[in-house]
T-cell receptor
Framework: DTGVSQDPRHKITKRGQNVTFRCDPI?????LYWYRQTLGQGPEFLTY????????KSRLLSDRFSAERPKGSFSTLEIQRTEQGDSAMYLC??????????????FGPGTRLTVL | AQSVSQHNHHVILSEAASLELGCNYS??????LFWYVQYPGQHLQLLLK????DPLVKGIKGFEAEFIKSKFSFNLRKPSVQWSDTAEYFC?????????WGAGTKLIIKP
């Protein structure tokens, strides 16, 4: 399967612990995005990379959140000192930068985080 | 701030009924528009998209959507729904680098 993959699919942690999620995009895609989705809402943008450069971070992303894409391929999203409000589905998407606009994003299955 | 509104959070229809899901966005510039679908237990999948050209776009599984620029709308339609269309449907607007999403509409089709 050459789609976007995410690991783990589910994570349960205690408040105050650190967690790290991984996303493997479609191999030729140079853009990678992280979103968060809570029940009853659409996804909310967190951050995105073009190759290894993190070009934008949402104001939703507190200092406890950090994302990396060290070699322009896979990406990790780390949440430090988790809080119960961090419980959500974390989605990764990738796309191929196209000239002239019109960029379609392909989504992974998500990582569901539960903070107890 | 830019936003996307989906008018119906829950819709229940019988098989063969016609479907229209509303989507409005607030942004005055050029936009790319999408409808994504999430079937139970599956990840988000693209249903259809509008980038430019003909404002009536056709997607997979018999879905279509019409972009009406003057109304800032991108409504999703299907003339005859099937039980397998039960899913959650999201409208999204691509502004610069990010997608801004509506809250979603849960569609239940009664067999």
């Amino acid at each position: 399967d050459t789609g976007v993959s995410q690991d783990p699919r589910h994570k349960i942690t205690k408040r105050g612990q650190n967690v790290t999620f991984r996303c493997d995009p479609i191999s030729e895609h140079n853009r990678l995005y992280w979103y968060r989705q809570t029940l009853g809402q659409g996804p909310e943008f967190l951050t995105y990379f073009q190759n290894e450069a993190q070009l934008e971070k949402s104001r939703l992303l507190s200092d406890r959140f950090s994302a990396e894409r060290p070699k322009g391929s896979f990406s990790t999203l780390e949440i430090q000192r988790t809080e119960q409000g961090d419980s959500a589905m974390y989605l990764c998407a990738s796309s191929l930068l196209a000239s002239g606009g019109g960029v379609e994003q392909f989504f992974g299955p998500g990582t569901r985080l539960t903070v107890l | 701030a830019q936003s996307v509104s989906q008018h119906n959070h829950h819709v229940i229809l019988s098989e063969a009924a016609s479907l229209e899901l509303g989507c409005n966005y607030s942004y005055g510039g050029t936009v790319n528009l999408f409808w994504y679908v999430q079937y139970p237990g599956q990840h988000l999948q693209l249903l259809l998209k509008y980038f430019s050209g003909d404002p009536l776009v056709k997607g997979i599984k018999g879905f279509e959507a019409e972009f009406i620029k003057s109304k800032f709308s991108f409504n999703l339609r299907k003339p005859s729904v099937q039980w397998s269309d039960t899913a959650e449907y999201f409208c999204a607007v691509n502004i610069n680098y990010q997608l801004i999403w509506g809250a979603g509409t849960k569609l239940i089709i009664k067999p």
